[in-house]
């Protein structure tokens, strides 16, 4: 019978206990080894050392052992293929490991999910909500996409993409009947997203984030720039410079997309047409009151802090009723320049106010405004691209805040990471009809530590 570790560890106890004395007495006296002791000294340590490996290879066996043990005698220690515990994975295991990981993380906007199937799951989970049996393809693309059919509620989680122009681009590209349009399967989510950024277009230049809870986030901020480096002498005290650290908090509002009433037909229908539809209606109603809160929201505990109402007074116009190309300049330079060379600065205003701007001329009797004639290149203004915001003032009027410049990426936008439709059963049945609600929980807050990143001008 083999020796346990734990009477190999017995065994190794008095070699341990003589190597400790024999140090002792060394160290104690600040003596040397005899040449008797060195050679104990060195035969002991032989026996330790002998022992020690004796015992790792005891214990390792012990724990195979044990676990060999452990998957015996419990059978429902095995992994979601039937395969018990230690067996190695093929191939095509880690694939669906890997995808089933990705959903329970990112819900039906994991990377290996089709857009048919997420449609297709949309339709069923609505058939079933609507007293209807699902068929064999919406119980497929449910299972991918990880929907209970049966759920009251429907959880759907924006996609982690943020390059909302090309987004919309492709989107209006394949909608187009004669390119084939009729048949790309924009999904549901993705439609969403088109429409929330037709209506709430400063999601297009701002920094959007997603967070799993809604809890509050607060977001630090410092102001050093009144502080510089010293200049001393050798053998100097260097003094306290402390930093001072601020906080910006971004709450969880809560947004509902008001009732749609959806025909039972409509469910029956295809599931392209029908993902489309609710895309567009809820996106659009929920993208409305965001742009505006996102532009002049007041802040505080009760609603967004809107990037305009956020930013500070750069300049005022010279006249009350109109621009002039040196209104923009002067507003662009009461900007740091440390601001103005940061990734994604740029200009925003209504599409009136873009209007009035094509028309303004610099010094040299060239047109400020300057079209983007490369493909893919934006239109500037003084060499910065420009975002139009339909919720900004559209009228030159004495207190209008036309145009706003500087860092748009200081504007935080964010979002709690579900989006929730509800189904309302009885309402509507009379009409032969369902309806349904969308919740989403939204934040905004432009984040200034104290040296003004965004600058408006005002007349």
């Given amino acids: 019978m083999a020796i346990s ?117 949309l339709q069923g989970w609505m058939r079933v909500q609507g007293g209807q049996a699902p068929k064999r393809d919406h119980e497929d693309a449910a299972r991918v996409c990880g929907v209970n ?40 989510v993705q439609n969403l997203e088109i429409a929330l950024l037709a209506y709430c277009n400063v999601r297009a230049f701002a920094d959007v984030m997603r967070t799993e809870s809604g809890q ?15 200049r001393i002498v050798e053998n100097a005290v260097v ?43 809820l996106g659009i109603r929920i993208g409305r009151i965001q742009a505006d809160e996102f532009t002049f929201g007041t802040g505080g505990n009760t609603q967004p802090q809107g990037y305009v109402t956020g930013a500070s007074q750069g300049i005022q116009a010279a006249s009350s009723t109109s621009l002039a190309a040196d209104d923009l300049y002067k507003l662009k330079h009461s900007v740091d320049p440390a601001y103005r060379s940061m990734p994604g600065v740029g200009w925003t205003f209504h599409d009136q106010i873009l209007l009035a701007i094509k028309l303004l001329k610099d010094g040299m009797g060239r047109y400020l405004w300057q079209s983007g004639l490369s493909g893919g290149k934006p239109d500037t203004i003084d060499g910065d691209g420009y975002f139009i915001n339909q ?6 009027v004495s207190g209008a ?29 009379d009409a032969d009809q369902e309806g349904f609600v969308m919740f989403m929980r939204s934040d905004g807050q432009l984040l200034d530590a104290g040296t003004h990143p965004l600058k408006y001008l005002v007349h």
């Fill in 5 to 121: 570790a734990k009477e190999l560890r017995e065994k190794r106890e008095p070699s341990r206990q003589r190597i400790c004395q024999m140090r002792d007495l060394i160290t104690d006296q600040h003596l040397d080894f005899t040449p008797e002791e060195r050679s104990e000294w060195e035969t002991v340590n032989k026996i330790y050392d002998g022992l020690t490996s004796q015992i790792a290879v005891a214990e390792r066996g012990e724990a195979v052992e044990a676990e060999s043990r452990r998957v015996a005698d419990n059978p429902a220690l095995v992994d979601y293929n039937g395969r018990k515990a230690g067996k190695k994975r093929t191939a095509e295991e880690k694939t669906e490991r890997k995808q089933k990981r990705d959903v329970a993380r990112r819900g039906w906007n994991a990377g290996h999910i089709k857009e048919e199937q997420r449609a297709l799951a």
């Fill in 149 to 188: 059919l049966r759920a009251k509620y429907l959880d759907m989680h924006l996609r982690e993409t943020r390059d909302y122009r090309t987004i919309q681009q492709r989107a209006q590209a394949v909608n187009v009947n004669t390119a084939g349009g009729y048949t790309v399967p924009e999904g549901f």
């Fill in 216 to 230: 509050d986030l607060p977001w630090p901020t410092v102001n050093d720039t009144a502080q510089k480096g010293r």
């Fill in 239 to 281: 003094q306290e410079q402390d930093v001072l650290f601020g906080q910006t908090v971004l709450h969880a509002y809560k947004y509902t997309s008001g009732l749609v009433q959806v025909p039972v037909e409509l469910m029956e229908d295809s599931a392209f047409d029908l993902s489309e539809t609710l895309g567009d209606l």
């Fill in 391 to 396: 919720s900004q003032a559209s009228v030159i």
């Fill in 401 to 429: 805040k036309t145009v706003v410049y500087g860092a748009l990426k200081k504007y935080k936008i964010r979002d709690v990471s579900q989006i929730r439709m509800r189904r309302l059963v009885e309402r509507y049945a």
